[in-house]
């Protein structure tokens, strides 16, 4: 069972300048077992190679200790002791803040020493009540913890931030102490004023760009920001393959005729079925041919028609390579990991009917059968870009 809203997450780390390693750390675990997110940040003290691994192993922890139920006390207690203190200062190598939600949007938050997490609602930003623990064996000011519970409504955002986010442009002519949350505020109301629907990643990018521009284009310090925007999930049709039975090509049309959200189709043989059930024509679209691909074609009322087998390989390929700095490949794959990563639930329907030119074994390796390829994507999506997927046969 799918649910009916879903938590597009993204974060975005930037490495203060003349560092090549972010001494921040953002960890994200979907528990799909359990309906849960969780998401860790903790920002590593100083910069650079020491710091990312102070903050890594905390992030670490904090992720393995809440996925397993512990209580914050425990949690709290074991990061701590556990990291050694900064001799002159006396503090914590590390920082840490826990955003542990289930997918009714019933949220924990666990912060310690990080600027306080913001939640924005109907373009405002939302008072939470906090409860105040100590850690008892910190014998110092910054021995506090913090823990937030609440529940979110549709299209709420929370918004997670290190320090170098509120301090960039601190000790600047412009600002004397820098962003600080006010100002982070008035520039989340204001992009989302301006976008209502935009993406966590977006938001994350704009927040990430306001620091640097902020910095004159030099982060002062490590820099990171994490979004969870809960909403309506964004759905993903893609079929590839004509039915194992002619007499279910009229349920395939059905199908992606009721299918709400958008669709692709992959496959020649597949398209022509698909427009003949629905009364419609395929056109090839030749001024869009990516080199090493067959054409895309165009039908009414689908949003891509492709290729298949070669096409699905090459994007299962793609997105098991793909990075977010560099963006996706131009061309056709390019396109659907697109639609894809834009898409919170893909849900596939791949026909049985074997083509016997895939079986030729001078063709290529990666040219498996179609559904070892979707299987392969689904397993990549879930992994790696924890989307929800699911594969129907036909």
């Known amino acids: 069972m799918h649910s009916k809203f879903v938590i597009d997450a993204e974060n975005i780390c930037q490495a203060k300048a003349g560092e090549v390693i972010c001494g921040d750390a953002v960890l994200f675990s979907k528990v799909k077992e359990e309906n849960r997110f969780v998401a860790v940040m903790s920002d590593g003290l100083g910069s650079g190679a020491k710091a990312n691994i102070s903050a890594t192993m905390t992030s670490t922890m904090a992720l393995q200790f809440t996925l397993a139920g512990e209580s914050i006390e425990r949690t709290a207690e074991f990061i701590t002791k556990t990291l050694p203190e900064d001799s002159f200062r006396k503090v914590s190598y590390s920082t840490f803040s826990i955003i542990d939600v289930n997918y009714r949007g019933e949220v924990k938050v666990i912060e310690y020493d990080n600027p306080s997490v913001l939640v924005l609602r109907d373009g405002k930003f939302i008072d939470i009540p906090k409860k105040q623990k100590t850690i008892n064996h910190l014998h110092t000011k910054r021995n506090k913890l913090y823990q937030y519970n609440f529940s979110l409504q549709k299209e709420d955002r929370i918004i997670l931030v290190s ?61 990171s920001c994490c979004v969870l925007y809960y909403r309506k999930p964004r759905k993903l049709l893609i079929v590839s393959g004509p039915p194992y039975h002619k007499e279910n090509d009229v349920h395939l049309a059905r199908s992606i005729n009721q299918f709400r959200g958008k669709t692709i189709i992959c496959g020649g043989t597949t398209a022509k079925i698909v427009a003949r059930e629905l009364d419609t024509e395929v056109e090839i679209d030749l001024a869009n041919y990516t080199p090493g691909l067959p054409p895309r074609a165009t039908m009414k009322g689908i949003d891509l028609v492709t290729e298949g087998v070669i096409t699905l390989a090459r994007v299962s390929e793609e997105l098991q390579k793909y990075d977010s700095n560099a963006g996706v490949s131009p061309g056709i794959s390019g396109q659907i990991i697109s639609m894809m990563l834009e898409s919170d639930e893909i849900h596939f329907i791949s026909g049985t009917r074997i083509n016997n030119a895939h079986q030729d074994p001078n063709l290529p390796v990666e040219l498996e059968i179609r559904r070892n390829v979707i299987k392969r994507i689904t397993e990549t999506l879930e992994k790696k870009f924890l989307k929800i997927t699911d594969i129907t046969y036909l």
């Open 163 to 223: 320090d170098g986010i509120t301090q960039s442009g601190m000790g600047s002519d412009e600002m004397h102490f820098g962003l600080q949350i006010n100002g982070l505020k008035k520039h989340i109301q204001k992009t989302v004023s301006e976008e209502p629907g935009i993406s966590a990643k977006q938001l994350a990018q704009s927040i990430m760009n306001k620091a640097i521009n902020i910095d004159k284009g030099a982060l002062k310090d490590d820099a």
